[in-house]
Nanobody, 115 residues
Framework: QVQLVETGGRWVQPGGSLTLSCVVS????????AAWYRQLPGQQRDYVIS???????HYSDFAKGRFTISKDNAQNTVYLQMNRLKPDDTAVYYC?????????WGQGTLVTVSS
C-alpha cells in the first residue's frame, strides 16, 4: 500500500523560509517520480515542482528561483524547500507520486504566510 505523509507546514512571516517533508512508503523513490502541488484557498490544486527518479527537478514558473525540491532515497523522503515566502504562497501543500498508472496523494500540510 502506497502512503505519503507530509509534515512541516506552519505559520511563517513573509520573506521567511520553510522546508516541507514527505515520507513515502510502499514504493521506492529510486524508481518513481514525486511532486509537490498546492491548493490555495478557494482554488484548484496546482502543480508546484517535481523530481524524477533519477533526481532531475522540474519547476512551475512561480517556483523558479524560490523553491527547491530534493529527495533522500535512503529515507524515501521528498523535501520542498521554500524561500522568500509571500502571502500568496499560503496554501495546503500536497505530495504526489504515481505507480502502475495509479496516482497517490498525501493528506496535505498547511502553510500560512502572514505578518
Amino acid at each position: 500500500q502506497v502512503q505519503l505523509v507530509e509534515t512541516g507546514g506552519r505559520w511563517v512571516q513573509p520573506g521567511g523560509s520553510l522546508t516541507l517533508s514527505c515520507v513515502v512508503s510502499g514504493i521506492s523513490l529510486n524508481d518513481h517520480a514525486a511532486a509537490w502541488y498546492r491548493q490555495l484557498p478557494g482554488q484548484q490544486r496546482d502543480y508546484v515542482i517535481s523530481i524524477t527518479s533519477q533526481g532531475f527537478a522540474h519547476y512551475s514558473d512561480f517556483a523558479k528561483g524560490r523553491f527547491t525540491i530534493s529527495k533522500d532515497n535512503a529515507q524515501n523522503t521528498v523535501y520542498l524547500q521554500m524561500n522568500r515566502l509571500k502571502p500568496d504562497d499560503t496554501a495546503v501543500y500536497y505530495c504526489w507520486t504515481m505507480t502502475a498508472g495509479q496516482e497517490y496523494w498525501g493528506q496535505g500540510t498547511l502553510v500560512t504566510v502572514s505578518s
